[in-house]
């Protein structure tokens, strides 16, 4: 009996130290690039939302002449105009050279006035913002300083999910907190973030962990902790963070060139959905569907078309469209690349020039006031578009503005008032007594395509009608 519980102690200690020798000891990480990460505060001056001039509270009688100046200043500001106030904000970055450059989040610094530096051993230096891109979430600051402390750059192309990655930074002023946990997915796109393939991690990231480091197991930075996903305003197990490969790409440009010049192809592109894979003939939904191809753009001069589905941008597999605009936005203007594509069916290869990418704008129109229609087997009222909607909606030919949508197929499949219906089935629509023929002919139990402009911006549809 006494030899038993000696075996199942053996074993126990056994399993124990078997499991605690599989996981990762961060204390060498910490101690050789801790002093490479820093804490950043900024000051922004706001102005306050009342004014020195009007809807102030009367100073109160009977004040001492030695205390006016003190009561004016709380009762009627310092001065006319709008009264300045200033706030502050927390937030964390790394040292990028031995002379001062410094890698932290385009929102730490966003606005600031003032923009303090504060390294491990206790020093605070003001940083000078060389320049921000507010699309990747990027900003190059420059201290005056040798010798400093700097971190190595690692490969996030390497990463594994489910390998670990570590944290420091200084969430809620906590300076110098470090956080560790596993990559959970690569190449993740946000609403907020067209031209960054996050890596999302389940690394405990809070305010104040902007713009701070993300390590791999060699110690390397792979990323800058940029985002989280949160109902509550805190962790919620879901972080972002912005590969370091297109922050550095970013920051060069920075440094050299004093801007951010990013690849364009000129298209607008979505998702390709099962049934929309269905009407384009395809054996599984992948890609990034063309919706929209802007006039004169490299896409256009290159032979894209509308309805084009884009697989493969210069030997990058394109699985899903959010993964396109990072490789592109990254590709050198007037560099060449090479695109396949399914067209109907059929696989093409394209050559494209990258253009540079330009400014655009998104409009919208009031449909109340337009004359009633009848509604059609899709539970849809639609109306020509004259010259000077079509100047506001940015549609130069072809399309119908819905007026009303009505229960039914059109309702489920997502279409709104004000929505410009462009195309069905890949056939043009030319007005509304074009758009109604086309629909009293369409096929029963078959998955039809409808492209539409809602904002603006193209986007396609499916629907499928029962009877």
């Given at each position: 009996m006494f030899n038993k519980f000696v075996n199942s102690i053996w074993l126990l200690v056994v399993?124990?130290?078997?499991?605690?020798?599989?996981?990762?000891?961060?204390?060498?990480?910490?101690?050789?690039?801790?002093?490479?990460?820093?804490?950043?505060?900024?000051?922004?001056?706001a102005p306050d939302m009342q004014s020195a001039d009007s809807d102030q509270q009367p100073m109160p009688q009977d004040v001492p002449p030695e205390l006016e100046d003190f009561f004016r200043h709380f009762f009627q500001g310092p001065g006319r105009g709008y009264v300045p106030r200033e706030t502050n904000s927390l937030g964390s970055g790394f040292v990028l050279s031995k002379d001062g450059y410094i890698l932290t989040n385009h929102h730490v610094v966003n606005n600031a006035s003032e923009i303090v530096v504060k390294l491990k051993d206790r020093r605070e230096l003001v940083a000078k913002l060389i320049g921000s891109d507010e699309s990747t979430d990027v900003a190059l600051l420059k201290v005056e300083a040798k010798e400093l402390p700097v971190v190595q750059i690692g490969a996030p192309e390497q990463l594994q999910v489910g390998e670990w990655v570590l944290a420091i930074g200084t969430p809620f002023g906590f300076e110098q907190s470090?956080?560790?946990?596993?990559?959970?997915?690569?190449?993740?796109?946000?609403?907020?973030?067209?031209?960054?393939?996050?890596?999302?991690?389940?690394?405990?990231?809070?305010?104040?962990?902007?713009?701070?480091?993300?390590?791999?197991?060699?110690?390397k930075v792979v990323g800058i902790n940029s985002q989280i996903y949160s109902r509550s305003g805190g962790y919620m197990g879901l972080s972002f963070a912005i590969p370091i490969d297109v922050a550095m790409n970013v920051a060069e440009q920075i440094k050299t060139k004093g801007k951010v010049s990013r690849g364009w192809l000129g298209v607008q592109i979505q998702d390709v959905t099962r049934q929309l894979?269905?009407?384009?003939?395809?054996?599984?939904?992948?890609?990034?569907?063309?919706?929209?191809?802007?006039?004169?753009?490299?896409?256009?001069?290159?032979?894209?078309?509308?309805?084009?589905?884009?697989?493969?941008?210069?030997?990058?597999?394109?699985?899903?469209?959010?993964?396109?605009?990072?490789?592109?936005?990254?590709?050198?203007?007037?560099e060449k690349a090479n695109i396949k594509i399914i067209r109907q069916g059929d696989k093409e290869e394209l050559t494209v020039k990258v253009g540079l990418l330009p400014a655009q704008a998104a409009a919208q129109i009031n449909t109340d006031a337009l004359p009633e229609t009848a509604v059609d087997r899709?539970?849809?009222?639609?109306?020509?578009?004259?010259?000077?909607?079509?100047?506001?909606?940015?549609?130069?030919?072809?399309?119908?503005?819905?007026?009303?949508?009505?229960?039914?197929?059109?309702?489920?499949?997502?279409?709104?008032?004000?929505?410009?219906?462009?195309?069905?089935?890949n056939t043009p629509i030319r007005d509304a007594a074009d758009f109604n023929k086309i629909v009293a002919k369409l096929p029963v139990g078959k998955s039809i395509a409808m492209l539409i402009q809602r904002n603006g911006s193209p986007v396609f549809l499916a629907f499928k009608i029962d009877k």
């Open positions: 399993l124990t130290t078997a499991a605690h020798a599989q996981l990762p000891d961060f204390t060498e990480m910490v101690k050789n690039n801790g002093d490479a990460v820093v804490n950043i505060s900024t000051t922004q001056k470090v956080t560790a946990g596993i990559v959970s997915a690569k190449g993740r796109s946000l609403p907020d973030g067209n031209y960054v393939p996050f890596i999302q991690t389940d690394v405990a990231i809070n305010p104040g962990n902007s713009g701070g480091p993300l390590f791999n197991m060699q110690g894979a269905e009407s384009f003939g395809m054996d599984r939904p992948h890609g990034a569907l063309v919706a929209k191809v802007i006039p004169g753009g490299p896409a256009e001069k290159a032979g894209i078309q509308i309805g084009d589905i884009i697989v493969d941008f210069d030997g990058h597999i394109i699985e899903t469209s959010g993964e396109l605009p990072p490789i592109v936005g990254m590709t050198p203007v007037d899709l539970g849809l009222a639609v109306a020509d578009l004259n010259d000077e909607q079509r100047q506001q909606l940015q549609v130069e030919k072809n399309g119908v503005l819905v007026q009303k949508v009505g229960k039914g197929i059109a309702l489920d499949a997502g279409i709104q008032p004000g929505d410009v219906i462009l195309r069905v089935q």
